[in-house]
């Protein structure tokens, strides 16, 4: 702060030149900066693009193989309650003591 808070403390001519210094170079900066950026940016959007369509794509996979395996385990479900639970008795001593 030695430089900035003595050399332009109540000098106005220093201060109005520092003041036009950064608008003549301003828009030169900002030329430069926007260059650099700009190519940044794009790649930064092409990969958000990239990255959305490969991760929409794993996503459908990963969702097409949950339902399949939700599908396969409520057909066993239904078949071993079938098995386990008949609906009828089962045939023969019906009624009839063991001995």
């Known amino acids: 702060m030695g430089l900035l808070g003595h050399g332009l403390k109540g000098n106005i001519f220093t201060g109005l030149a520092v003041g036009i210094g950064a ?18 940016a794009k790649a930064a ?33 239904e078949g071993s309650q079938a098995i386990v639970t008949p609906d009828r008795e089962p045939e023969g001593d019906e009624g009839e003591p063991a001995v």
């Open 23 to 40: 608008l003549v170079v301003a828009p030169a900066a900002a030329s430069v900066l926007a260059r650099t950026v700009r190519p940044l």
């Open 45 to 77: 959007i092409k990969g958000g693009f990239m990255l959305y369509g490969t991760a929409s794509g794993v996503i459908a996979s990963v969702s097409a193989t949950l339902k399949e395996v939700a599908a396969e385990a409520k057909a066993e479900m």
